[in-house]
């Protein structure tokens, strides 16, 4: 089982999101695993039911809009190589998501040293448009992409006004066990966001993958000035700036606080974890 963090579109509220696999199905005369996403998100083109299967490290998933099976993950994947995600439209047609292994790596968990792909989703006709767009994100054995499961977004992405879910807070299975990410005080955190706050705030911005690896994204409101600084755990400022894909890549292993300013007024200050622990 899987659980994740939940933004609330309209209250700001934190809370959580468990995916988990409840049974085995065969489809086209493949034994998959039916696993329960069940959570329209932002984010989350895919959001219903997810069927997977492994075959020696690659891992598959029954894409039902174009009734086929896709590549979801490919662990023996080395630096450079990719692969591709169809995806259809609401109106029919179809973009592809382009995979890209940035970089290849292992993680140590539990006792198990687990596969960890550093990737790049590109979106080669985003929003139909024909402008790509980039998502970086890292992929780990059995964890599967840190962000969210099948972390795909949804076609309408840049105008949705929905739900946002993002950044593993816990994993388990019968293997390896119970493993916390650490970003939450418990896998059933949450956080509300009271009418107060809401009153004083013009926008509660989003900040993910988290943990992250070499970039972190600032979701904010189209119309809001940004300003961020990244400090260690002495207090000494490393990095400020006003983009919102912040680049990571320079930083070490460890935690990190994130001071968001929102048109010049709302602060707001957020732990950041750089590479699982």
């Not at 409101?221 to 260690?232: I, S, V």
Request: some cysteine; proline content about 1%.
């Amino acid at each position: 089982s899987w659980y994740y963090d939940v933004t609330y579109a309209l209250s700001k509220d934190i809370n959580y999101h468990k995916v988990y696999c409840d049974a085995i199905v065969n489809i086209k005369g493949i034994d998959c695993k039916r696993i329960n996403i069940d959570y329209g998100a932002c984010n989350n083109h895919f959001a219903q039911k997810l069927y997977t299967y492994d075959n020696n490290g690659t891992i598959y998933f029954y894409n039902a809009d174009i009734d086929t099976f896709q590549i979801l993950y490919n662990f023996n994947a080395l630096k450079g190589d990719d692969w591709k995600i169809n995806v259809k439209n609401y109106n029919g047609s179809i973009d592809t998501v382009l995979v890209q292994v940035d970089s290849v790596g292992t993680v140590e968990i539990n006792g198990y040293t687990l596969k960890k792909l550093y990737v790049t989703y590109n979106y080669l006709s985003f929003y139909e448009t024909g402008i790509t767009y980039e998502v970086n994100s890292v992929i780990i054995q059995l964890f599967g992409d840190i962000g969210f499961l099948i972390n795909i977004l949804d076609e309408q992405f840049g105008s949705c006004d929905m739900d946002f879910i993002h950044s593993l807070r816990c994993y388990q299975d019968s293997d390896i066990g119970f493993y916390n990410s650490g970003i939450r005080d418990s896998c059933d955190y949450t956080y509300i966001f009271s009418s107060i706050q809401l009153n004083q705030a013009t926008n509660t911005p989003i900040v993910f993958p988290n943990p992250a690896e070499n970039r972190i994204r600032i979701l904010i409101q189209a119309n809001d000035e940004l300003n961020y600084e990244l400090f260690n755990l002495s207090g000494v400022l490393l990095k400020k700036g006003n983009e919102t894909n912040v680049d990571l890549s320079a930083l070490s292993d460890g935690v990190y606080f994130l001071r968001l300013t929102i048109n010049k007024s709302q602060n707001k200050m957020i732990k950041i974890i750089k590479h699982l622990p």
